[in-house]
């Protein structure tokens, strides 16, 4: 059969991703009518409905969704064949990586001036992945794993584990007296959704009588659980290594007692087989800068 368009494939991309004519317009710069149109074309082109009119809003149909979920991962290998290729253009090398948006904001882009100062040939595009994935179907050339060892297919580097350190905003930590684990029951706290019971483990950990607040604040990721530590929204247990740069200024303080150790590690990945001269630089770079900071990490 004939390929529809791509300018047809994006309207319908973006329309699927925000289930709205309106926000994908907004997105690729067209009218809310001229991505429905093109949609609408594209239907008759498959000869079968992408959305079911709901009201006032579009849903995917079965058919829909399931072009949705498989285009979305063509679009991505377009898009890394296209910056290869400018970058090869520009004699350099492009990779592309997977990461997690956590360990990528706090920890890899701060550290990212010296790979580029030692790398100039050597473009990154990243972005975020959750879960692993196979990286046949989504071309990514590396990817950063938090958990086990069980990324199938796939080649694992281990980077470094975790150590949760309790940390507080000076203001909170001094209205409670958090020099002293004895008002730790009653202090307000900032959980992370998918570690809910990490307060639990670390006071048993630490012995600290009494059980931890349940009613605090929830985030589903760290980010967000260390800004609303900075802020003063309760006090928080989180990975050392995302935190350092705020305990060395003071914007937080961390409470008195040990470290929680994680079973789980980070990991580089990346697909069996020989390895390009770009991820092999990659993987090298991030090794050292590993060996930097042995004082630091758990």
């Given at each position: 059969m004939r390929l529809p368009s791509l300018t047809h494939l994006r309207c319908f991309d973006s329309a699927a991703r925000h289930q709205s004519f309106t926000a994908a317009g907004e997105e690729i710069g067209l009218t809310q009518s001229a991505v429905s149109k093109k949609v609408k074309e594209l239907e008759t082109d498959l000869g079968f409905a992408l959305f079911q009119r709901v009201g006032r809003g579009v849903v995917l149909t079965a058919a829909g969704a399931g072009l949705a979920a498989d285009l979305a991962q063509d679009l991505g290998a377009l898009r890394s064949s296209v910056q290869k290729a400018v970058a090869a253009g520009a004699g350099r090398s492009a990779l592309r990586?997977?990461?997690?948006?956590?360990?990528?904001?706090?920890?890899?882009?701060?550290?990212?001036?010296?790979?580029?100062?030692?790398?100039?040939?050597?473009?990154?595009?990243?972005?975020?992945?959750?879960?692993?994935?196979?990286?046949?179907?989504?071309?990514?050339?590396?990817?950063?794993?938090?958990?086990?060892?069980?990324?199938?297919?796939?080649?694992?580097?281990?980077?470094?584990?975790e150590q949760m350190v309790p940390i507080a905003a000076p203001e909170l930590f001094a209205s409670h007296r958090l020099d002293s684990m004895e008002s730790l029951p009653e202090v307000p706290l900032v959980h992370l959704d998918s570690r809910s019971d990490a307060w639990g483990d670390w006071f048993l950990e630490a012995g600290v009588q009494g059980k931890p607040r349940q009613d605090g604040r929830y985030f589903d990721q760290y980010s967000m659980v260390i800004g609303a530590a900075v802020a003063g929204l309760g006090a928080a247990i989180v990975p050392f290594d995302m935190v350092s740069d705020e305990l060395a200024s003071g914007a937080l303080r961390r409470l008195p007692g040990p470290g929680l150790r994680s079973n789980k590690r980070y990991y580089l990945v990346r697909p069996h087989g020989v390895a390009a001269d770009a991820v092999q630089k990659f993987e090298t770079w991030i090794t050292r800068q590993l060996r930097q900071k042995t004082g630091d990490l758990a």
């Open positions: 990586i997977a990461v997690l948006p956590t360990f990528a904001n706090r920890w890899l882009i701060p550290r990212l001036p010296d790979f580029f100062a030692r790398h100039p040939e050597i473009e990154l595009s990243l972005s975020t992945r959750l879960e692993p994935f196979d990286f046949v179907r989504d071309p990514f050339d590396l990817a950063i794993h938090y958990g086990g060892d069980n990324w199938p297919g796939a080649r694992m580097v281990e980077l470094f584990g």
